[in-house]
């Protein structure tokens, strides 16, 4: 599984999924940790669509932690101030990066939660549409 979309996964699914995933690591390996969580600020960057042109619309404030196992970096971001949810993506990260046999598990967990995922925003739009109105079908 790439990058992203693991962390994508882990972001906006159950935060239990990470803390149990880092725990696995946290029992079995030693993690050092380069960076403790702190908040930092990022400028957001965006292309102007008429002109085509860069220009910075403001700035979003991340939450960043790094962490080393057996010598390998992880990273951990995340938009907003979540300290416990930056570091166990570090941890996470460390453990894909490092190649740990614990991530060759992990990959059927991640994939059921995209699927709970997926449950959950197509609830929400269906939940949305009931409320759409067809003004086509209206009386004029």
């Known amino acids: 599984m790439i990058r992203k979309k693991r962390t994508e996964i882990l972001i906006k699914g159950s935060p239990e999924v990470s803390v149990k995933l880092a725990q696995e690591i946290l029992t079995v390996h030693d993690v050092t940790t380069i960076e403790e969580p702190n908040n930092s600020l990022v400028m957001v960057k965006v292309r102007e669509s008429a002109k085509r042109s860069l220009f910075y619309l403001g700035e979003v404030l991340i939450t960043e932690c790094k962490v080393m196992i057996k010598g390998i970096l992880g990273i951990g971001l995340i ?4 300290p416990v949810l930056a570091y166990n993506l570090a941890i996470i990260d460390a453990a894909y990066n490092a190649n ?3 991530t060759k598990e992990w990959a059927s967990l991640l994939l059921s939660e995209e699927v709970k995922i997926k449950e959950t925003c197509e609830a929400l739009n269906n939940k949305i549409l009931k409320t759409k109105v067809n ?3 209206m009386d004029v």
């Open 79 to 82: 938009k907003g101030h979540e």
């Open 100 to 102: 740990l046999p614990e």
């Open 135 to 137: 003004f086509a079908t």
